[in-house]
């Protein structure tokens, strides 16, 4: 069963940076789509970053504040979120999935990570 396993949340002042991180089970090279997803209170959950072997991708509201990104040597994904906002307030999840589908599927989830922008 893979795990995936969110950390680097927390309470942050508006403005402020943050970096999340996701550990896999699995070596992340087998993975062929990761992703961070928020979902904030009484909202739809979000796809925030997505990253591949090729290349990256964000969310309008992600783009140019948050870089994902991933380390090899510790198997990890991570979120560098900067210029944080009270609108980015939500649980923070790690996804990911060995099967490339249209539109993305995502197999395995993290238990989530809460941030909270306020000041």
């Known amino acids: 069963q893979v795990q995936l396993v969110e950390s680097g949340g927390g309470l942050v002042q508006p403005g402020g940076s943050l970096r999340l991180s996701c550990a896999a089970s699995d070596n992340i090279r087998d993975f062929v789509i990761m992703a961070w997803h928020r979902q904030a209170p009484g909202k739809q959950r979000e796809l925030v970053a997505t990253i591949t072997r090729t290349g990256t991708t964000y969310s309008s509201n992600s783009k140019g504040r948050f870089t994902i990104s991933r380390d090899n040597a510790k198997n990890t994904v991570n979120l560098q979120m900067n210029s944080l906002n009270p609108e980015d307030t939500a649980v923070y999840y790690c996804?990911?999935?060995?099967?490339?589908?249209?539109?993305?599927?995502?197999?395995?989830w993290g238990q989530g990570t809460q941030v909270t922008v306020s000041s």
């Open positions: 996804a990911a999935t060995k099967h490339l589908t249209v539109p993305y599927k995502f197999d395995y």
